[in-house]
């Protein structure tokens, strides 16, 4: 039998067997089952990776939106976000981090007691070398407990800068409001994270240095001195 023969026999035997057809339904299934094996997601993408393709496809939404609404399209959105940036790090450049308000004020000194000479010693060591936090609190420690020393204020472990400012400028009346602007850049630095500067430093060791050049005003000074009026104008 020839070659063309032979062909022509098997087509016709393949031709009596009926198709092989397969339902939708089992057919669906079993190509899910196929697919679902490991070999064919081996290179398939993480979670993570999927959620930040989901993100990213979300800001360029976002971005395409905000460039059509606004004025010069992509360039214009451009210009809106730097002048957005500018004013933020101005206001942080200006303002320093946000105040915390403390809970409750900590005590101005620590355990350990040292003198007005020994906590001006320390500031002036730390101005030195530029540590202005660290020269602002104990040029305020000083300016208190220079005033302790004077009998001005009484010793009192516990006492916060807020508190000595308000007994010291009964006292001292006439620095009054220094005394609360040193006591509140004094919190600032120590309980609202603001980082102090050379000029608040210097403000504070001037007040030191004119605080003790200043008479107190005691309390029966004014009584004092109009009694001895009364007294002038009888004789």
Do not use: C
């Not at 020393?149 to 006292?171: F, K, M, Q, S, W």
């Not at 630095?189 to 980082?195: A, D, E, F, N």
């Amino acid at each position: 039998m020839s070659l063309t023969g032979g062909i022509l026999v098997s087509l016709a035997r393949s031709g009596d067997e009926p198709p092989v057809t397969t339902p939708r339904d089992p057919a669906r299934e079993a190509a899910r089952r196929e697919l679902s094996k490991r070999m064919y997601h081996e290179n398939d993408p993480s979670l993570l990776e999927r959620a930040l393709n989901a993100f990213w496809d979300w800001v360029d939404r976002v971005l395409n939106a905000a460039s059509a609404a606004t004025p010069g399209g992509g360039l214009g959105l451009i210009v809106v976000v730097l002048a957005v940036v500018a004013v933020l790090a101005a206001l942080w450049w200006r303002l320093g981090t946000p105040r915390r308000q403390p809970t409750s004020a900590a005590a101005l000194f620590d355990d350990r007691p040292r003198s007005a000479a020994e906590h001006r010693a320390a500031a002036e060591a730390h101005a030195a070398q530029g540590h202005w936090n660290q020269a602002v609190q104990e040029r305020m420690r000083a300016i208190v407990r220079s005033l302790e020393e004077r009998a001005l204020l009484d010793v009192r472990p516990g006492r916060t800068a807020d508190e000595a400012a308000a007994e010291a400028g009964r006292a001292l009346p006439s620095h009054t409001d220094r005394l609360r602007a040193s006591a509140r850049e004094f919190d600032d630095v120590t309980y609202g994270g603001r980082r102090a500067s050379e000029q608040s430093y210097h403000r504070i060791a001037e007040l030191d240095r004119d605080l003790d050049r200043t008479s107190p005003v005691l309390a029966n000074s004014v009584p004092s001195a109009a009694g001895n009026t009364r007294q002038g104008g009888a004789g």
